[in-house]
């Protein structure tokens, strides 16, 4: 194979799901760009303009910023993201929470802020609710 069949190799975006299991251990930053499944431990921070899941294995210590992330593990940090979050039953979540959309399911913990960011409505402009919530049923 030829250097430039391995340059167009390179510069497909990628479309598939990425999977890092819980024996995975990363000190640093996190990045990608479409799909993640994550459920091992980070000291650091994820950023992406992707899909983040967390699952129940994860443990997060550091800033997660995404398009969209679903949590059933844990995060020790602050979470913002374009879309939404859902905090699954197990999840726990020791940060601020900045989303235009918030689901918490019955089960979760959520020890920190939440501020609510909707989509810009036309006439209206743009509304931003907050609140405090110290621990979820």
């Given at each position: 194979?030829?250097?430039?069949?391995?340059t167009?190799?390179?510069?497909?975006?990628?479309?598939?799901?990425?999977?890092?299991?819980?024996?995975?251990?990363?000190?640093?930053?996190?990045?990608?760009?479409?799909?993640?499944?994550?459920?091992?431990?980070?000291?650091?921070?994820?950023?992406?303009?992707?899909?983040?899941?967390?699952?129940?294995?994860?443990?997060?210590?550091?800033?997660?910023?995404?398009?969209?992330?679903t949590?059933?593990?844990?995060?020790?940090?602050?979470?913002?993201?374009?879309?939404?979050?859902?905090?699954?039953?197990?999840?726990?979540?020791?940060?601020?929470?900045?989303?235009?959309?918030?689901?918490?399911?019955?089960?979760?913990?959520?020890?920190?802020?939440s501020?609510?960011?909707?989509?810009?409505?036309?006439?209206?402009?743009?509304?931003?609710?907050?609140?405090?919530?110290?621990?979820?049923?």
């Amino acid at each position: 194979m030829n250097l430039n069949n391995i340059t167009s190799l390179v510069s497909e975006p990628s479309t598939s799901k990425n999977i890092l299991t819980s024996d995975v251990e990363l000190t640093g930053t996190l990045k990608f760009d479409s799909e993640m499944i994550f459920d091992g431990k980070l000291d650091g921070e994820i950023i992406s303009e992707g899909v983040l899941t967390l699952g129940k294995n994860a443990v997060i210590k550091g800033e997660v910023r995404t398009k969209s992330v679903t949590i059933h593990g844990t995060v020790n940090g602050n979470v913002t993201v374009q879309e939404r979050c859902e905090l699954k039953s197990n999840a726990e979540l020791l940060g601020d929470l900045k989303a235009m959309r918030i689901i918490i399911e019955e089960g979760a913990t959520f020890i920190g802020h939440s501020e609510v960011t909707p989509a810009k409505t036309s006439g209206l402009g743009s509304r931003s609710n907050s609140s405090s919530i110290e621990s979820a049923a």
